[in-house]
């Protein structure tokens, strides 16, 4: 395994249209989380999933945008109509879900640039 | 909520020298606390963790205690290496084990 593959690994796209990302979390992996990084700062929680259910989201995941983990396999995020301050590096993880000690494995991140 | 703080950076330090980065946290109940690495270009790898207090984490040379009574997990290394430059996070994982909370990030240089 290569570990969690996220793409496209860069996105440019005009302010209005939708973008959808992809990861790819290492295989045995039952938990899948997607962050947000902007620069400076330290990864935004967004949302994670348990298998295919999507257990808890953030209040900076706003109704433009959805995730989806289908047979608890790769995950998509999609930004709908996009705006300058959706420009960031959005951030996969993955982890089993064995505890409170269990790390996440993190991809190398989409980054977004909305002109 | 559950918050984590960092030193601000940058950091600037000279081959060899001491390296401390200072995290403390907020959290109800006891998180485990972990400590992230970012290499340019890269993405966040695990360099070390602890899970209950007095742990001590370490990996490549750093070290980062657990300490309930302070709320702190600082980072530290004797003596930095030219490669050890990259952006360090300070996380925690709430007492739920459900999702990761990160600090900032403290950005290091080691100049040769």
């Known amino acids: 395994d290569t570990g969690v593959s996220q793409n496209p690994r860069h996105k440019i796209t005009k302010r209005g249209q939708n973008v959808t990302f992809r990861c790819d979390p290492i295989s045995e992996h039952n938990r899948l989380y997607w962050y947000r990084q902007t620069l400076g700062q330290g990864p935004e929680f967004l949302t994670y999933?348990?298998?295919?259910?999507?257990?808890?989201k953030s209040r900076l995941l706003s109704d433009r945008f959805s995730a989806e983990r289908p047979k608890g396999s790769f995950s998509t995020l999609e930004i709908q109509r996009t705006e300058q301050g959706d420009s960031a590096m959005y951030l996969c993880?993955?982890?089993?879900?064995?505890?409170?000690?269990?790390?996440?494995?993190f991809g190398q991140g989409t980054r977004l640039t909305v002109v | 909520g559950d918050s984590v703080t960092q030193m601000e950076g940058p950091v600037t330090l000279s081959e060899e020298a001491f390296l401390t980065i200072n995290c403390t946290y907020t959290a109800t109940g006891y998180p485990s606390l972990f400590w992230y690495v970012q290499y340019p270009g890269e993405g966040l790898q695990l360099l070390l963790k602890?899970?209950?207090?007095?742990d001590k984490g370490s990996n490549k040379g750093f070290e980062a205690t657990y300490r309930k009574e302070t709320t702190s997990f600082h980072l530290e290394k004797g003596s930095v290496q030219v490669s050890d430059s990259a952006v360090y996070f300070c996380?925690?994982?709430?007492?739920?084990?459900?999702?990761?909370?990160f600090g900032p990030g403290t950005r290091l240089s080691v100049l040769p």
């Open positions: 602890a899970t209950k207090a007095d």
């Open positions: 999933f348990q298998n295919e259910a999507q257990l808890e």
């Open positions: 993880a993955s982890s089993l879900l064995t505890g409170m000690n269990t790390e996440a494995f």
């Open positions: 996380a925690l994982k709430d007492n739920y084990g459900q999702n990761f909370v």
